[in-house]
């Protein structure tokens, strides 16, 4: 079994300091690990992903996140917000493998304030 | 590369009646297609997953008469809702993912259906 925990479901910054979200995983395997953003009314664009390469995995718009076994976390992380980045956050794990399914986190809504 | 499309991106149907979503993959072969449904400020539930030219597979909990999928083809795949009842108001959404995909999921942009 696995499953996401997103121990944040707010998370305010003002514009131009640093974001930090949340991921903790569980699985009883060495898994894969991502993080989406969702719009509203959109669907979901990956942002990165962990698939048991390099553990500092970097993104797009300036986003990264480190995979820390011994922690069992994949934060989410940017040095400066823009407005832009206000959306909901979904971190999912699956196994390794090309064909399992992804199993999602309950999402974190990041508000950027000017 | 790696385009999904979802069709219609919004609708209202009356209670009783049933409506068709569509999810096409518009640059390449989709082997496996999923649905999702996501309530309001909540996250992704997999509704069942199909892969195509055969039945898909639905998740626990989920009716398989009631939202009937078919995957004819590997760049579309349909949900229909049946019956639908204002409980099935819902964002839904389709991912879509092959072998160029190296098998990651492109996720459609999503459809809001309401039941009244």
């Known amino acids: 079994a696995q499953s996401v925990t997103q121990l944040d479901s707010h998370v305010s910054v003002s514009e131009g300091t640093p974001v930090l979200l949340r991921c903790n995983y569980s699985s009883s395997y060495s898994p894969s690990l991502f993080w989406y953003v969702q719009h509203p009314n959109k669907g979901l664009q990956l942002l990165l992903k962990?698939?048991?390469?390099?553990?500092l995995v970097k993104g797009i718009n300036g986003f990264e996140a480190e995979f820390k076994k011994s922690e069992t976390s994949f934060h989410l992380t940017k040095p400066s917000a823009h407005m832009s980045d206000a959306a909901e956050y979904f971190c999912?794990?699956?196994?390794?493998?090309?064909?399992?399914?992804?199993?999602f986190g309950k999402g974190t809504m990041l508000l950027v304030s000017p | 590369g790696a385009v999904v499309s979802q069709h219609p991106s919004r609708v209202i149907c009356k209670s009783g009646t049933s409506v068709k979503i569509e999810c096409r993959s518009l640059d390449f072969q989709a082997t496996t297609m999923f649905w999702y449904r996501q309530f309001p400020k909540q996250s992704l539930m997999l509704m069942a997953t199909?892969?195509?030219?055969?039945?898909?597979?639905?998740e626990q909990g989920v009716e398989k008469d009631k939202f009937l999928i078919n995957h004819a083809s590997l760049t579309l795949s349909t949900l229909t809702v049946t019956s639908a009842h204002p409980e099935d108001s819902s964002f839904y959404i389709c991912?879509?993912?092959?072998?160029?995909?190296?098998?990651?999921?492109?996720f459609g942009p999503g459809t809001r259906l309401t039941v009244t």
């Open positions: 991912s879509a993912r092959g072998a160029v995909t190296s098998y990651e999921q492109y």
């Open positions: 199909s892969n195509e030219g055969s039945k898909a597979t639905y």
């Open positions: 999912a794990v699956s196994r390794p493998e090309g064909y399992s399914t992804l199993t």
């Open positions: 962990y698939t048991s390469a390099a553990t």
